[in-house]
Structures are given as C-alpha cells and as structure tokens.
C-alpha cells in the first residue's frame, strides 16, 4: 500500500512538472489552439481512423496483410508531424532531413516485406498441406 502511495505521488508530481514546463515555454495564443489540436485529434481518430481500421479488419481476413497495414498505418501517424512541419520553413538544424522521402522509403519497405511473407506462406504452405485423399493412409 506505502508503495502504491509513492508511485502515485511521484506520478502527480512529474505530471505537475510537466504541466509547468509546457505552461512556461508556450505563449498564451498557444495555450489556446492546444485544446483545439487535440480535441482534433480526438475527433480525427474517432470518426476517421477508427471506422477505417474497422472496415478494414473486415473487409481483409488474410493476418499477414492486416498486420503490414497496421505497420504503415502506426509510421504514418508517427511521421505526419516532421511531414507537416518541414514545408513550413522550419529550421534546418532540427529538420534537417528529407522526412517525405525517408518516410516513403520506410512505407515501401515495409510494404515489400508484408508482400514477401504473403507470397512465402501462400507458396510455401499450400504445397505442404495434406490433400483428403492422404487422411486415413489411404
């Protein structure tokens, strides 16, 4: 119980901190369009990305292709930021690579990995499996 006590106090207190360190370094114009960006986000990922991923589920049954889906839907989300951010004269000594290029290079691979697995099992698998004539010794 003591235990639980103290990663509960050690956690409101790094959250406060936290909160303090975004308070002290955004400008109050910022402090407002942050609860815009995420209840956007919120809104983004509830009516958008949600029924997507659903349909998706769905609509593809092979595992293999959903998981590479999943995969490039995962780095998209996490390289739209440096996407938006780079075209809008952001400073090169943060930004300084070509973030559209690396991401659809990192998207093709993945994408050729998925392929290569599907097409390994689809080939592999199907020539392996007995046929209803082998069952019983027959």
Not at 31 to 37: I, N
Not at 60 to 70: G, K, N, Y
Not at 100 to 116: N, S, Y
């Amino acid at each position: 119980m003591r235990a639980r006590i103290m990663l509960g106090a050690t956690g409101v207190g790094l959250g406060l901190w936290g909160l303090w360190l975004l308070l002290s370094v955004l400008e109050p114009r910022a402090l407002f369009h942050l609860p815009l960006w995420l209840g956007g986000a919120v809104v983004a990922d509830d009516a958008l990305l949600v029924p997507l991923i659903i349909v998706l589920s769905v609509v593809v049954t092979h595992h293999i292709v959903r998981t590479t889906l999943l995969y490039v839907g995962i780095t998209t989300l996490l390289a739209i930021p440096l996407l938006l951010r780079q075209g809008k004269g952001a400073n090169p000594t943060i930004l300084p690579r070509d973030y559209l290029r690396d991401w659809l290079l990192l998207e093709a691979i993945i994408i050729a990995t998925g392929a290569a697995v599907f097409l390994f099992q689809r080939f592999t698998f199907n020539r392996s499996r007995a046929s209803s004539d082998d069952i019983g010794g027959r």
